[in-house]
């Protein structure tokens, strides 16, 4: 096993930390049978070859050996390891997070193309591991059958990463719906499907599935591609009762209840404010980062993005914002104060409270 290993020139390639002369030593570790040892490793792992969601010039090299693993039974952790290959490709990837990829011709945020010059050596990583990645894919339909079910929800994890699959995929994935009876594999499977925009199976998913982490996940995932109101229901429903485990699925963002209130962003304007008592609720259990899907969710209930400062506010908005004032651990946190900026809001605690002082 790995025996190409050394045949790649590691000194001479780059990752976060300088040379990735390190990079084999920790590669021919994954497979230790002391799940300590593979923690530390893939910790490594991570710093080095995925430092802050940065890939580097030698990160597409170690893809292939990521295949050889993860298709070898033996191999202990092939779960974590099919997340790790997946994070490689897409970057920090939920429903929360678009993925940054590069399909050898573009680099994409999500679905959408972005400009990118061809010699930098990070579009050359994206493109790259791509590539590299798209060499295991028989080896991925054959995963969706493991007896594992870390496996199985690996692969269908790492399947959503490689859209340019779409067309074979997505049946591949309906036609293991009928079989699979772990709701974690169902709910990777859902993640999927709704990344590679298979409605027709997200919807059954989403309106009969007997498992509340498999709709979430679906319900999330359509209010992103094909909102409606008819998702308005369960979504606010989902952010009221919180599914044990649905975080530990891959693709979800947090906790069900935050997927859930991010989600209500998607909808159509007209609808979302019906969202706001039950964001507020859970805005009052939530502490400092917890807060930013329900201040997320909130901020689209209740405002239109707007680049003047708000000046005044209607009593919808005067309520939301009072409560949002409320609740201190919200403030400081870099993201919410973007959101709160993109609406034309103060982003701190006391010019909010000086605008509800002086609003009309």
Known sequence: MLEGLDQVPWAKLRHAYGSARDVPDLL??????????????????YGNLF??????????YAIPFLIELCGD??????GELLEYWGHLIAGDFSVRERPMWGDGTHVYWGREPMQARARDPYVKALHAIYRESLAGYELLQRLLSDPETPVRAGAAWVLACLPTRSVDSIPLLEGCLAKETSEVTRTALAFALGELEGEGPLRRLAETDTAAMVRCMATCQ???FAPGEDLLE??????????????????????????AAFSIRYLPPEVRPAAI?????????????ETMPYVIGLLSAAFSPQEE???QLNPLQREVLTRM????????????SEELTAYGLPWSRSAVERLLADAD
């Open 277 to 289: 008592p039950a964001l507020l609720a859970q805005l009052n259990r939530a502490r400092k980062i």
């Open 325 to 336: 004032a409320r609740v201190r651990s919200l403030w400081g946190i870099g993201n919410n």
């Open 28 to 45: 021919r570790k994954l497979p230790d049978p002391d799940p300590e040892v593979r923690r530390q490793v893939m910790h490594e792992l």
């Open 309 to 311: 400062p708000v000046t």
């Open 73 to 78: 039974p033996g191999v202990p952790g092939r």
């Open 51 to 60: 430092h802050q969601g940065t890939r580097y010039p030698a990160t597409p």
């Open 234 to 259: 369960p979504l606010v429903r989902l952010i009221t009762d919180p599914i044990e485990g649905y975080e530990e699925v891959p693709g979800a963002g947090g906790p069900s209840t935050g997927d």
């Open 222 to 224: 359509l209010a992103r």
